[in-house]
T-cell receptor, first 114, second 113 residues
């Protein structure tokens, strides 16, 4: 059983469409991060959310942390082919003492068709 | 550029052989992490160092795995007597000053035949 469940696992859309990826858990996290990974490369950090209810925007990407700090979402507006990749959420469990010891979701593979 | 360099990028080996991966952060960062990622999954924590000290190891790290960071700069991850189940991407990361944010290297992909 995954501590962080991401949905959907696969997403195939046309350029210009909007999409949302969800990251859910029954555990509380002190922070939650979103990464993007391309084939054969390491994950690249997109954003960190720390406060319950927090919303952060990065150009066409909007990230939200749930009020209870158990879930998060990533919304992409007007997706472009360059957004194609594996999107990973990762959390640091509340009460943990090892900064950087993250629990990752299984990822969402996004394909944006021109 | 995340400031973390890993080599080799790819390694193909036969079952039973030993392999070693190296991670070089751009400068000496306090915390350095190793993760393993299998196909279709997110990365899983293996171990981490604060300076030279290995402070935590996952139960995923069997006796065949050993990691070192002898001078608090570069790190190595050795797998002895490799098994096909060891096939994965091995990722090294530096942590940004207590933020918990990780900056990963490009990874070392291991294929055990």
């Amino acid at each position: 059983t995954q501590l962080l469940e991401q949905s959907p696992q696969f997403l195939s859309i046309q350029e210009g469409e909007n999409l949302t990826v969800y990251c859910n858990s029954s555990s509380v996290f002190s922070s939650l991060q979103w990464y993007r990974q391309e084939p054969g490369e390491g994950p690249v950090l997109l954003v960190t959310v720390v406060t319950g209810g927090e919303v952060k925007k990065l150009k066409r990407l909007t990230f939200q942390f749930g009020d209870a700090r158990k879930d998060s979402s990533l919304h992409i507006t007007a997706a472009q082919p360059g957004d194609t990749g594996l999107y990973l959420c990762a959390g640091e469990r509340a009460g943990g003492t090892s900064y950087g010891k993250l629990t990752f979701g299984q990822g969402t593979i996004l394909t944006v068709h021109p | 550029d995340t400031g973390v360099s890993q080599n080799p990028r790819h390694k193909i080996t036969k079952r039973g052989q030993n392999v070693t991966f190296r991670c070089d952060p751009i400068s000496e960062h306090n915390r350095l992490y190793w993760y393993r990622q299998t196909l279709g999954q997110g990365p899983e924590f293996l171990t981490y160092f604060q300076n030279e000290a290995q402070l935590e190891k996952s139960r995923l790290l069997s006796d065949r795995f050993s990691a070192e960071r002898p001078k608090g700069s570069f790190s190595t991850l050795e797998i002895q007597r490799t098994e096909q189940g060891d096939s994965a991407m091995y990722l090294c990361a530096r942590e940004a000053g207590g933020s918990g944010e990780l900056f990963f290297g490009e990874g070392s992909r291991l294929t055990v035949l």
